[in-house]
């Protein structure tokens, strides 16, 4: 089991940062994607960004690129999220992912709630 701790969310007013943080622990094996994706309420949980290890390629959302930036260190489990120019829309629960292991299994955290006032 792999158990994904997220951190760094907050209210933030338009225009300002964040930075997200998400920790993994247990037996994680061999991390084959990472990524963040966050739900708004009453919508769907949309990807915002993800990353394949070993070289592989970066996704961004189209409503956050040149804004945020993910980034992941895999000797140490950790991964980030940036987010600059912040916006109302941007208001959701963010959410860590970890696609794991030859069967592709997922994994998430529990959420951190990110907060933009106007």
């Known amino acids: 089991q792999v158990q994904l701790v997220e951190s760094g969310g907050g209210l933030v007013q338009a225009g300002g940062s964040l930075r997200l943080s998400c920790a993994a622990s247990?037996?994680?094996?061999?991390?084959?994607?990472m990524g963040w994706y966050r739900q708004a309420p009453e919508k769907q949980r949309e990807l915002v960004a993800r990353m394949a290890t070993g070289g592989g390629s970066t996704i961004y959302a189209d409503s956050v690129k040149g804004r945020f930036t993910i980034s992941g260190d895999n000797s140490k489990n950790t991964m980030s999220l940036e987010m600059n120019s912040l916006k109302p829309e941007d208001t959701a629960v963010y959410y860590c992912?970890?696609?794991?292991?030859?069967?592709?299994?997922?994994?998430w955290g529990k959420g951190t709630l990110v907060t933009v006032s106007p």
């Open positions: 247990g037996s994680i094996g061999s991390i084959k994607a």
């Open positions: 992912n970890y696609v794991v292991g030859r069967f592709l299994t997922n994994y």
